[in-house]
């Protein structure tokens, strides 16, 4: 089993939609959980921490459910600028080591 | 604030060539991980320095690769010799703290290609 796993898409949304991407990892000692956002051919960019109790940053909510170790994202009122790779972020132990999930694609279309 | 400095931007080399990356952290941060990524493969962790020690080197794929923090302002990603195979887009990050909560700051990259 991967360490981190998303699906991979790509989600296919109008504008306006709401969409939600999932991330389960292995490791139920995990303690820092993130969400990163990557465009094409450019470097990934945090997008929002994911905290214990839920966490919203505008059109933007993360969950973590820590019994079944998965972590959601929720977009809603899609925009076409949110057309990107999310990648789903968790630590394995101390020292922060951060493992990537392979990215799930987003295209928000007119 | 600069952010993380990668250089070069792109390297085009020869298989059987020596291959240098280098990266300046963010000042004041001090974890510094190399990442490598593929289409088949995505973000992979290579190794990781804390305080200018590399914690974690598990993830350097062969003996061809070596990564050096000589100070808390520079790092080197070296592969000798290189291979088709490593072609790919390597990033350098660094993080404030090394108690697994801080986010990433990335650079640009390095988009290697060996041919």
């Known amino acids: 089993r991967k360490e981190v796993e998303q699906d991979p898409g790509p989600f296919n949304v109008p504008e306006g939609a709401t969409v939600a991407f999932n991330c389960t990892y292995s490791n139920s000692a995990s303690q820092s959980f993130f969400w990163y956002r990557q465009d094409c051919r450019k470097e990934p960019k945090l997008l929002m921490s994911v905290y214990s109790s839920g966490n919203e940053d505008g059109r933007f909510t993360a969950q973590l459910n820590r019994a079944s170790q998965y972590i959601s994202l929720l977009i809603r009122d899609s925009k076409l600028s949110d057309s990107a790779t999310y990648l789903c972020v968790v630590n394995l132990g101390g020292y922060n080591k951060l493992i990537f999930g392979a990215g799930t694609r987003l295209a928000v279309h007119p | 604030d600069a952010g993380v400095i990668q250089s070069p931007r792109h390297e085009v080399t020869e298989m059987g060539q020596e291959v240098t990356l280098r990266c300046k952290p963010i000042s004041g941060h001090n974890s510094l991980f190399w990442y490598r990524q593929t289409m088949m493969r995505g973000l992979e962790l290579l190794i990781y320095f804390n305080n200018n020690v590399p914690i974690d080197d598990s993830g350097m794929p062969e003996d061809r690769f070596s990564a050096k923090m000589p100070n808390a302002s520079f790092s080197t990603l070296k592969i000798q010799p290189s291979e088709p195979r490593d072609s790919a887009v390597y990033f350098c990050?660094?993080?404030?703290?090394?108690?697994?909560?801080?986010?990433?700051?990335f650079g640009n990259g390095t988009r290697l290609t060996v041919t």
């Open positions: 990050a660094s993080s404030p703290a090394g108690t697994g909560t801080s986010p990433l700051h």
